[in-house]
């Protein structure tokens, strides 16, 4: 069985930083692009920014320059880097991952979400 697991949300502070992670774990072939995402109270989940497994990322224009995206497909992990947070990136943040499990296809999975609070 296929899991996404996220960790590092937690509340900060306007300009402040946070990190948030996501591993994905069980029986995996091969893993494609992987992502974030979020929704903020009474939105739309929006997309955050992606990477593929050769690094071409897209990331929202809303979020450039203070957000970056990395991964190490070595332990299956994305990373999501956040800088210069402001309120209007509360959220819950979710991890995606295009992958294929062994004897499967390619679907997309989705992690539980992890809350990101930027609060004075």
Do not use: H
Not at 18 to 33: D, K
Not at 92 to 115: E, F, H, K, M
Request: charged share 15%; glycine share 12%; aromatic share 8%.
């Amino acid at each position: 069985q296929v899991q996404l697991v996220e960790s590092g949300g937690g509340l900060v502070q306007p300009g402040g930083s946070l990190r948030v992670s996501c591993v994905a774990s069980g029986s995996i072939f091969s893993i494609n692009a992987m992502g974030w995402y979020r929704r903020a109270p009474g939105k739309e989940r929006e997309l955050v920014a992606t990477i593929t497994s050769g690094g071409s990322t897209i990331v929202a224009d809303s979020v450039k320059g203070r957000f970056t995206i990395s991964r190490d497909n070595a332990k299956s992990t994305v990373y999501l880097q956040m800088n210069s947070l402001k309120p209007e990136d509360t959220a819950v943040y979710y991890c995606n991952a295009q992958l294929r499990p062994v004897g499967g296809i390619y679907s997309d999975y989705w992690g539980q979400g992890t809350q990101v609070t930027v609060s004075a």
